[in-house]
């Protein structure tokens, strides 16, 4: 019988119940940090969002990503704030929602956004360097095999087709 994975955060995809309850999340602890109900030094004048909050299939773990807008070089210090004030977030949520479980709170920057500008950075790469060799109009392209420069030179097919 084979292992079971202890990470609470694996398998086949989230239920529709854990989509609900992280989509709940998500948009009570966007109000409180719009608010600026909580004070921490790291968090003044920094404007985060919350893209996704994943839920454990139990409902009793939530990993919410954030990332600052406009960028940040002190991510570390914000992330570090975020989960020191975790247990106040998780009262908020506690107060607004009706569920059994209140999942613990543990904050991660989200990097989608980078990894995103990586990919398209690439695409661009790849879409100039495709365009550059890209044959223009004026080119000749000879799908038969045989170059324009040396008419004397034939592809297998071609020989075929003269032999019969």
Request: aromatic share 6%; glycine share 6%; proline share 7%.
């Amino acid at each position: 019988m084979p292992k079971r994975s202890k990470s609470q955060f694996q398998g086949p995809g989230p239920s529709q119940r854990q989509l609900r309850v992280g989509e709940e999340v998500r948009h009570i602890l966007s109000q409180a940090l719009t608010r600026g109900e909580f004070y921490e030094e790291a968090l003044i004048k920094v404007t985060l969002t919350i893209p996704e909050v994943q839920i454990s299939p139990d409902l009793r773990h939530a990993r919410v990503y954030v990332y600052p807008i406009g960028g940040s070089s002190n991510t570390d210090s914000i992330l570090e704030a975020l989960n020191l004030l975790a247990p106040e977030f998780r009262t908020e949520v506690a107060r607004k929602m009706t569920t059994k479980y209140i999942p613990r709170l543990q904050f991660r920057l989200d990097e989608t956004f980078e990894e995103a500008a990586k990919i398209e950075g690439l695409l661009r790469a790849e879409r100039g360097a495709r365009d550059l060799a890209r044959p223009t109009s004026t080119d000749h392209v000879d799908f038969s095999g045989s170059s324009p420069d040396d008419p004397g030179v034939t592809s297998d097919n071609q020989k075929d087709n003269k032999a019969t």
